[in-house]
Each structure stands twice: as structure tokens, then as C-alpha cells.
């Protein structure tokens, strides 16, 4: 790894840090204002309260990322998977994946999202490690989506089907760019 390439990654970091801060305030401040204007958007306390515990998590996540970061493919690799993750976690929460949020079919897509959280923990976040669990990711996504077209939904498979690929699709894409990272960081 050469100094310029960890230049470029903490040149990257600047520029990312207070868009995702921002654009978490942004967020969190959007249905707030939706709900001044429209009956249609309707939160309790506790809907802010849980978003807002979602969007600081995403926003610490990428902080710990860049703190790792060396390279911009990790960093880019975190990105991607930090805003998949919490995407997958607001879709199942706000309206379901599959059927009602309450479907039990739902778990299993929460399921890809503790096996990004513990295998993150024995990777220890070292971009190898984060590399596999990406790919685990992505074998955890396949086998929730075919689990769920098996159960009894409301859902059509198709929907299933391409919401599964998109997710494997992002998840091998992390681990691609996790596993550039650290090709360059042993090359370093």
C-alpha cells in the first residue's frame, strides 16, 4: 500500500463524513416535516426513537469503518454494506419483506443481518475476515429468500426473488471490494 492510496482513503472519509451525519439528520428529520403537511405519514414517538437508533448505528458503523479503512475499497466495501443493511433493516421493520412486518418469514432476513454483525466481530474487521462474512451474507440471503417462497405468504415469489438477488448482489459486491482491500493492504 502506498502513502498516497491511505491519502486518498482519509481524502474520502473527509468528504463522506459529514454527508452521512447530514444525511442522517435529514432522514430522521423528513417525516417530521411530512407529517406537518400530510395525514399520510403518521409516527409515534417510538417510530423517531427506533429510526434514530437505526440511523446512529449506521452512522457509528461508518465511523468504525473509516477508523479501519487504509484503503478506498474498504471503505467503499463498508459503505455498501452499512447502507444495504440498513435498508434491509428499515424495509422489514417499516412494512415487511415479506407479508406484514410480523411474518415469521421476516426473521430470516434479520438473520442475514446477525450474521454480518457476529462474523464482523471474529473478522475483527479485518478486510479478509469482512471478505467471508460478505460472502456468508450472501449465502444467508439466498437461503432466507428460498425459505420464504417455500412459506405461506401473500407475497409474490417473483417479489422475493429479485428483493433476494438484489440484496446477493450487494453483498458479493462488498466482498469483492473487501477482498481487493486486502489484496492491496498485504501488496502495502
Not at 73 to 78: K, N, T
Not at 110 to 133: D, F, W
Not at 153 to 177: I, K, N, R
Request: include cysteine; hydrophobic fraction near 60%.
Amino acid at each position: 500500500m502506498t502513502h498516497d492510496t491511505y491519502r486518498n482513503a482519509i481524502a474520502w472519509i473527509r468528504v463522506l463524513r459529514p454527508l452521512v451525519w447530514g444525511g442522517a439528520a435529514l432522514l430522521l428529520l423528513t417525516p417530521w416535516v411530512a407529517m406537518r403537511f400530510t395525514d399520510e405519514v403518521a409516527w409515534t414517538g417510538g417510530d423517531f426513537v427506533v429510526f434514530g437508533a437505526m440511523l446512529l448505528a449506521g452512522c457509528v458503523a461508518f465511523e468504525t469503518t473509516a477508523r479501519v479503512a487504509r484503503v478506498p475499497s474498504y471503505l467503499l466495501a463498508g459503505a455498501i454494506s452499512i447502507g444495504a443493511g440498513f435498508l434491509l433493516l428499515w424495509a422489514n421493520l417499516a412494512v415487511g419483506i415479506v407479508d406484514e412486518p410480523g411474518h415469521r418469514a421476516n426473521l430470516l432476513f434479520l438473520g442475514v443481518l446477525v450474521v454480518g454483525a457476529l462474523g464482523a466481530g471474529v473478522a475483527r474487521l479485518q478486510a479478509r475476515g469482512m471478505s467471508r462474512v460478505l460472502v456468508a451474507m450472501a449465502l444467508a440471503q439466498m437461503a432466507a429468500g428460498g425459505i420464504a417462497m417455500g412459506m405461506d405468504t401473500q407475497e409474490s415469489p417473483t417479489f422475493v426473488l429479485a428483493f433476494t438477488g438484489l440484496y446477493v448482489v450487494a453483498w458479493l459486491l462488498s466482498a469483492l471490494l473487501f477482498h481487493k482491500a486486502a489484496r492491496a493492504l498485504a501488496a502495502g
